[in-house]
């Protein structure tokens, strides 16, 4: 059991105030003799300071929260990851709570998260969430603490945000099939009322028209961004006359794979496949699928930089609101 501030002050011949001054860093007039002393002691004795007690006095915990809708998705597990080293780094810690894609998760989420008395929430906000945009948005400002909304936002809220720009991205995915000769191509979307999905429809639908093609309906396939989602939308891609397929994010891509395979269709041979988010190239084997990078780790970083500058300014009462919109890239395998 780790030495207490009592013991070390009992063995310095000091006050436990004066031994709290010492330990954190405090201006006081103790000697420097005694302050080696005390330090000496509580390194031999490997003393841990009480966080709980030291955020009664800071008023803060060294703690942030990270809200996401998904912890299965390698997007958002990469992000998790992310922030948590960049934290842990700077010594601070990162609770992270899963909404499982619902507004309910939300909601229950925030208050839980607040309830812990941490100093900050980055918040990735469930698809559901966009139908009551009002009223995530009034949750999140009663909040008496610094948040960053990342990945999924808000377009006209004024807050503290970072993402990527989803247009260019499906910009890209799909300017590089018709680049390729293809000029029917499906893209298997979340068409849920939220930024990303309607962004990078729009983008799907930038390429297209600038090639002069006009989307027939039945070539924008609604599903989930899960693998099951991909999986039933594989089979309505076989009733279309589509040769190339646009997918907006990896977790579809998988379950797209997985029936073609159970039907022998073979990827790149029988469909063109172009994904988004770039993290299934160590799961697949013997199949290239070129795919829209997002830099997860620099979202991470800068997402944290955005917090920490948040924080200082609500020391300040300031509030100076930081937008970031990050740019994708495709990688072709």
């Not at 013991?7 to 006050?15: F, K, P």
């Not at 966080?51 to 990270?66: D, E, I, M, P």
């Not at 172009?274 to 699928?289: A, E, P, Q, R, T």
């Amino acid at each position: 059991m780790s030495i207490t501030i009592k013991e070390i002050a009992r063995l310095a011949g000091v006050s436990p105030s004066s031994v709290s001054l010492v330990l954190n860093n405090r201006p006081n007039r103790i000697s420097e003799k005694k302050k080696n002393l005390i330090l000496q002691i509580a390194d031999d004795n490997q003393y841990i300071p009480n966080a709980a007690a030291r955020s009664l006095v800071t008023r803060k915990n060294n703690t942030f929260g990270l809200l996401i809708p998904d912890i299965e998705n390698p997007f958002f597990s990469k992000l998790s990851k992310t922030l948590e080293l960049q934290l842990r780094a700077e010594g601070y810690s990162l609770i992270i709570v899963n909404s499982n894609d619902t507004f309910e998760g939300d909601m229950i989420l925030i208050d839980l998260l607040a309830a812990k008395g941490i100093d900050g929430i980055f918040v990735v906000i469930s698809n559901e969430s966009y139908l009551h945009q009002n009223i995530i948005e009034q949750k999140l400002l009663q909040l008496n603490l610094p948040f960053v909304m990342v990945d999924r936002i808000f377009d006209s809220f004024s807050c503290n945000k970072i993402y990527f720009d989803n247009v260019e991205g499906s910009y890209i995915a799909t300017k590089y099939l018709l680049e390729k000769g293809h000029r029917k191509i499906a893209c298997i979307c979340n068409t849920f009322i939220s930024h990303n999905s309607l962004s990078r429809i729009h983008g799907y639908r930038n390429a297209m028209m600038e090639y002069g093609i006009k989307v027939p309906k039945e070539y924008i396939i609604p599903a989930n961004y899960r693998i099951e989602g991909g999986y039933e939308a594989a089979k309505q891609v076989l009733d279309t006359d589509c040769t190339a397929i646009f997918v907006c994010n990896d977790m579809m891509t998988l379950g797209i794979l997985r029936y073609f395979s159970e039907q022998g269709i073979h990827v790149p041979e029988d469909y063109a496949i172009v994904s988004y988010d770039n993290l299934l190239s160590d799961y697949l084997f013997g199949i290239k699928v070129s795919s829209v990078n997002q830099d997860v780790e620099e979202l991470g970083v800068k997402a944290w930089n955005i917090m920490k500058e948040a924080v200082r300014q609500d020391k300040k009462k300031e509030i100076k609101q930081k937008e970031i919109c990050l740019m994708p890239t495709l990688v072709i395998h």
